[in-house]
């Protein structure tokens, strides 16, 4: 019999270039490399050092999503960039792009979109892949039964040379999430009571398998989600095995097999997944039964509470500081705190899905007049649908702003910010300091929780809603 | 990249746990497409005011900063996204190497993929080495040691583990891209190999 394997041992080995020895790390050979602007200019430059092409351009894919602008080009045709120096970075990567035979999503392009979005909608995400980018969200894709991370720019180099990474084998952990999650609780949720759980370094040197009833009950949207903020638990993938909601998501799409081809591939699909008796380097579980919407008070997004429940006392020195740069005091009320900023969006929750569930709590409600609120579709294709079905014209009547497809407020660095010492309620997946603009709070939480506290103006949950009067 | 075999040197301390890589380099740093004077905009955010004046006396605007080759930053160090600018950062202002209890796994690699040692030490060496602000020690690759003095005048030597490979890499001043290089027969092997997966 043969020894028990993980689906993470089954995907490592399944891309062996070559083994690990005493003195070199394993080479592992990528199925799909993924691109944007801000981590990509340094690694071509190797190429052109090199003067060596792309090594296998079809299996590389870019898009802009970063530093992009979300307001659309003036009447004068131009886009407003937040600087002369992020347009050249785009033009940069239109121009390598074009150099190296590489598919660019650009503004033209209807499947344009955050990097992570844009790739599942395509179908270019498909189980049992290695697939890696220049950036720590990669693991979104690992909803699919891949082995996705993040790298650095050097190793974009390497990718686009080599097709293959320096790569030692980290340990293994099951998150097994058993019962149901209640109704109003989502992925967001869930993950982060993970993070809480594991706190934002416990996953640090793991690959993280989610398992366990709540998680099979998640749709592809959920999943991506979960596994996109395993990196705030410190692992660098996280994935979820392949099982029929994920043949469905990707029946059909523009990149996967069509027709008997795609039913042959979903059968090898369906294959991948850990052996009963796999081991893991660690394991823990976990009861979704128990998990109430959260949101998060301090600067790490291990730091977080049930909607309803007071800042907790800090325990370390690293939370004290927290909450005085959150301008919490523990034991207080959250509710208490005024929102002044509300960004739905990002990799982490810039879904249709995601779009739904903001003008499904916006509808028939306004934002409170003292509310900045900016949705930000993930994608082009995200962006159409909504637009179909009417929910720009529910979230901009609710006195929200409708932008334009990109990662916006989440890493601010195209000129959505938050001012300096303004609370923001965000569905994305960090609340460093500073992260969404200089001197910028941030809570995050789901879209639902997100959407609350816009209406009311001030912390609070979708259920808050109800027990409150609002004048439409 | 520019080897690393043994460096003395005074070490600058930022005790805070959860350093990410926001801190170490903000995101509106990113746009340019080099890594060309980007040391100046090192934890721009701490060092700088809204309006962009020198916080004075902020550990970092000393000028013993710039003359201090190792940073021993709070546990979990360089956690969040995965940009290379913040080890990127961390060379151009003048550090070598980087010490903490725990340092997060992207940060590490990028680290030494472009010759910054990152060097994980025990938690009561560590602890030590956060009470130590501006004091000389040394940190030997080959021997694979951080030395320090302590107060009593006695030397301690601590043995830290690495990734053999980025030790290999690190002493010679290896790029990692020609092992991937002389891999190429191995690589179309695989290539080949897998071909039929990939209709």
């Given at each position: 019999?043969?020894?028990?394997?993980?689906?993470?041992?089954?995907?490592?080995?399944?891309?062996?270039?070559?083994?690990?020895?005493?003195?070199?790390?394993?080479?592992?050979?990528?199925?799909?490399?993924?691109?944007?602007?801000?981590?990509?200019?340094?690694?071509?430059?190797?190429?052109?050092?090199?003067?060596?092409?792309?090594?296998?351009?079809?299996?590389?894919?870019?898009?802009?999503?970063?530093?992009?602008?979300?307001?659309?080009?003036?009447?004068?045709?131009?886009?407003?960039?937040?600087?002369?120096?992020?347009?050249?970075?785009?033009?940069?990567?239109?121009?390598?792009?074009?150099?190296?035979?590489?598919?660019?999503?650009?503004?033209?392009?209807?499947?344009?979109?955050?990097?992570?979005?844009?790739?599942?909608?395509?179908?270019?995400?498909?189980?049992?892949?290695?697939?890696?980018?220049?950036?720590?969200?990669?693991?979104?894709?690992?909803?699919?039964?891949?082995?996705?991370?993040?790298?650095?720019?050097?190793?974009?180099?390497?990718?686009?040379?080599?097709?293959?990474?320096?790569?030692?084998?980290?340990?293994?952990?099951?998150?097994?999430?058993?019962?149901?999650?209640?109704?109003?609780?989502?992925?967001?949720?869930?993950?982060?009571?993970?993070?809480?759980?594991?706190?934002?370094?416990?996953?640090?040197?793991?690959?993280?398998?989610?398992?366990?009833?709540?998680?099979?009950?998640?749709?592809?949207?959920?999943?991506?989600?979960?596994?996109?903020?395993?990196?705030?638990?410190?692992?660098?993938?996280?994935?979820?095995?392949?099982?029929?909601?994920?043949?469905?998501?990707?029946?059909?799409?523009?990149?996967?097999?069509?027709?008997?081809?795609?039913?042959?591939?979903?059968?090898?699909?369906?294959?991948?997944?850990?052996?009963?008796?796999?081991?893991?380097?660690?394991?823990?579980?976990?009861?979704?039964?128990?998990?109430?919407?959260?949101?998060?008070?301090?600067?790490?997004?291990?730091?977080?509470?049930?909607?309803?429940?007071?800042?907790?006392?800090?325990?370390?020195?690293?939370?004290?500081?927290?909450?005085?740069?959150?301008?919490?005091?523990?034991?207080?009320?959250?509710?208490?705190?005024?929102?002044?900023?509300?960004?739905?969006?990002?990799?982490?929750?810039?879904?249709?899905?995601?779009?739904?569930?903001?003008?499904?709590?916006?509808?028939?409600?306004?934002?409170?007049?003292?509310?900045?609120?900016?949705?930000?579709?993930?994608?082009?294709?995200?962006?159409?649908?909504?637009?179909?079905?009417?929910?720009?014209?529910?979230?901009?009547?609710?006195?929200?702003?409708?932008?334009?497809?990109?990662?916006?407020?989440?890493?601010?660095?195209?000129?959505?910010?938050?001012?300096?010492?303004?609370t923001a309620v965000s569905t994305s997946n960090r609340n460093f300091e500073g992260r969404q603009g200089a001197g910028s709070r941030t809570l995050?939480?789901?879209?639902?929780?997100?959407?609350?506290?816009?209406?009311?103006?001030?912390?609070?949950?979708?259920?808050?809603?109800?027990?409150?009067?609002?004048?439409? | 990249?520019?080897?690393?075999?043994?460096?003395?040197?005074?070490?600058?301390?930022?005790?805070?746990?959860?350093?990410?890589?926001?801190?170490?380099?903000?995101?509106?740093?990113?746009?340019?497409?080099?890594?060309?004077?980007?040391?100046?905009?090192?934890?721009?955010?701490?060092?700088?005011?809204?309006?962009?004046?020198?916080?004075?006396?902020?550990?970092?605007?000393?000028?013993?900063?710039?003359?201090?080759?190792?940073?021993?930053?709070?546990?979990?160090?360089?956690?969040?996204?995965?940009?290379?600018?913040?080890?990127?950062?961390?060379?151009?202002?003048?550090?070598?190497?980087?010490?903490?209890?725990?340092?997060?796994?992207?940060?590490?690699?990028?680290?030494?993929?472009?010759?910054?040692?990152?060097?994980?030490?025990?938690?009561?060496?560590?602890?030590?080495?956060?009470?130590?602000?501006?004091?000389?020690?040394?940190?030997?690759?080959?021997?694979?040691?951080?030395?320090?003095?302590?107060?009593?005048?006695?030397?301690?030597?601590?043995?830290?583990?690495?990734?053999?490979?980025?030790?290999?890499?690190?002493?010679?001043?290896?790029?990692?891209?020609?092992?991937?290089?002389?891999?190429?027969?191995?690589?179309?092997?695989?290539?080949?190999?897998?071909?039929?997966?990939?209709?």
């Amino acid at each position: 019999m043969s020894v028990p394997e993980s689906l993470f041992d089954k995907l490592w080995s399944a891309h062996l270039v070559k083994a690990q020895s005493e003195s070199i790390p394993a080479i592992i050979y990528i199925d799909l490399h993924l691109v944007h602007e801000v981590t990509s200019p340094q690694g071509f430059d190797l190429l052109r050092d090199m003067n060596i092409p792309v090594r296998r351009p079809e299996r590389t894919l870019a898009t802009l999503d970063h530093s992009i602008p979300t307001l659309p080009a003036g009447q004068d045709g131009q886009r407003p960039y937040v600087t002369e120096q992020a347009q050249r970075q785009v033009q940069a990567l239109r121009d390598n792009c074009k150099q190296f035979g590489i598919e660019l999503h650009d503004w033209d392009s209807l499947s344009r979109g955050i990097v992570h979005v844009m790739g599942p909608e395509l179908g270019a995400t498909q189980p049992g892949m290695t697939i890696v980018c220049g950036d720590s969200h990669t693991s979104t894709h690992g909803a699919f039964g891949a082995l996705a991370f993040g790298i650095g720019t050097t190793e974009v180099g390497h990718v686009l040379a080599r097709q293959c990474l320096l790569q030692n084998k980290p340990k293994s952990m099951r998150v097994n999430v058993q019962g149901k999650l209640a109704e109003d609780v989502t992925a967001k949720d869930m993950a982060l009571n993970i993070i809480r759980y594991l706190g934002m370094n416990g996953g640090t040197g793991y690959v993280i398998e989610y398992a366990g009833e709540a998680v099979r009950s998640l749709d592809m949207e959920s999943r991506m989600t979960l596994c996109n903020l395993t990196i705030e638990a410190g692992a660098r993938a996280g994935m979820i095995a392949p099982d029929q909601t994920t043949i469905d998501y990707l029946r059909g799409r523009a990149k996967v097999p069509q027709g008997e081809a795609f039913e042959l591939a979903a059968e090898q699909w369906l294959q991948l997944a850990s052996d009963e008796n796999a081991v893991f380097d660690h394991e823990i579980n976990l009861d979704a039964s128990v998990m109430r919407p959260t949101i998060t008070y301090g600067t790490d997004p291990g730091m977080s509470v049930a909607i309803g429940e007071p800042v907790p006392q800090p325990t370390n020195a690293s939370q004290e500081k927290a909450l005085k740069y959150m301008g919490f005091r523990s034991g207080q009320a959250m509710s208490e705190r005024q929102v002044d900023v509300v960004f739905v969006g990002s990799c982490t929750n810039g879904r249709i899905s995601d779009l739904r569930a903001t003008a499904n709590v916006l509808r028939g409600r306004r934002v409170a007049s003292h509310v900045r609120m900016l949705v930000v579709p993930g994608s082009e294709k995200v962006r159409l649908q909504a637009e179909a079905e009417g929910l720009h014209e529910t979230i901009i009547a609710a006195g929200a702003e409708w932008r334009l497809p990109g990662c916006s407020m989440c890493i601010a660095m195209n000129g959505d910010i938050v001012p300096p010492g303004k609370t923001a309620v965000s569905t994305s997946n960090r609340n460093f300091e500073g992260r969404q603009g200089a001197g910028s709070r941030t809570l995050l939480a789901s879209p639902e929780t997100a959407a609350a506290c816009a209406v009311l103006g001030r912390v609070a949950g979708v259920a808050d809603l109800e027990s409150v009067q609002e004048v439409v | 990249m520019q080897a690393f075999t043994k460096l003395s040197g005074p070490i600058l301390v930022l005790e805070r746990e959860n350093i990410d890589t926001d801190q170490i380099i903000p995101a509106r740093f990113l746009t340019a497409i080099d890594f060309d004077g980007i040391g100046e905009h090192l934890f721009a955010d701490w060092r700088n005011d809204a309006n962009g004046n020198p916080v004075p006396g902020q550990v970092l605007n000393q000028s013993r900063a710039r003359h201090s080759p190792i940073l021993v930053g709070g546990h979990n160090f360089g956690c969040g996204s995965s940009r290379e600018h913040a080890p990127q950062a961390l060379l151009g202002f003048g550090f070598r190497v980087v010490i903490s209890s725990q340092i997060a796994d992207i940060f590490r690699s990028n680290s030494h993929n472009i010759g910054l040692l990152a060097v994980v030490l025990e938690k009561d060496q560590h602890a030590t080495l956060l009470q130590m602000d501006g004091e000389e020690i040394t940190v030997d690759l080959e021997q694979c040691k951080v030395i320090v003095r302590a107060s009593d005048g006695d030397e301690q030597s601590w043995s830290f583990s690495i990734d053999p490979f980025a030790r290999h890499c690190l002493l010679r001043g290896l790029d990692r891209i020609d092992f991937l290089s002389q891999a190429e027969d191995a690589i179309a092997a695989y290539e080949d190999q897998q071909v039929q997966d990939w209709q």
